[in-house]
């Protein structure tokens, strides 16, 4: 019986393939149009619900270091194991910080301009006070303005104080 039904599912699935209606595959095969539609549907409801497989995401969550990579060392065994030693040049590979073959000029910020504080304390208080009206929007939006402004020139104060005690402890 159940070879029967298989072969019933895939003369309906192969009629259906082939262009046939439901009803017409309910006429040729001799059977219920519910009985047909029911096959349709499971089958349907089958595919929905299997899970695709992916093979590439099956072998990359295989891997070890898929959330975090080797550490410096596990990667310097991993590469010991895979290459001849004659082709790793181990003497460039340093556990810390890059050692530069030349020193590197520091850079003059005296010249990059910044944040604008004006702007963006005007932008910021417009988007606050969008509900407020008139004259009392405006000196709203210039006070935010001066505090801002106040807030920047007192952070440059402190900075300008940590720098000079940290110049004169030398």
Known sequence: MKKDSQE??????????SGFTREQI??????????VNEIINSRRQTIRTKKKKNLIQEVANKNPWKDKPPGP?????????TWKPEELGT?????????????????????RIGEDVELTARLNAQAKLQH???????LLEDEAVV???KEKKDWEDVV???????????
């Open 8 to 17: 019933l599912e895939t003369d309906v699935f192969f009629l259906l393939d």
């Open 26 to 35: 309910a006429s040729i095969k001799k059977m219920n149009i519910n009985l």
């Open 73 to 81: 060392g596990e990667a310097r065994s991993i590469g010991q194991t």
């Open 91 to 111: 003497g460039h590979y340093h556990d810390g910080r890059t050692i530069t073959n030349k020193p590197i000029d520091e850079t003059d910020r005296s010249d």
């Open 132 to 138: 407020v009206e008139g004259e009392l929007r405006k």
């Open 147 to 149: 505090q801002a402004l």
């Open 160 to 170: 300008d104080g940590v720098l000079e005690l940290l110049n004169n402890e030398d």
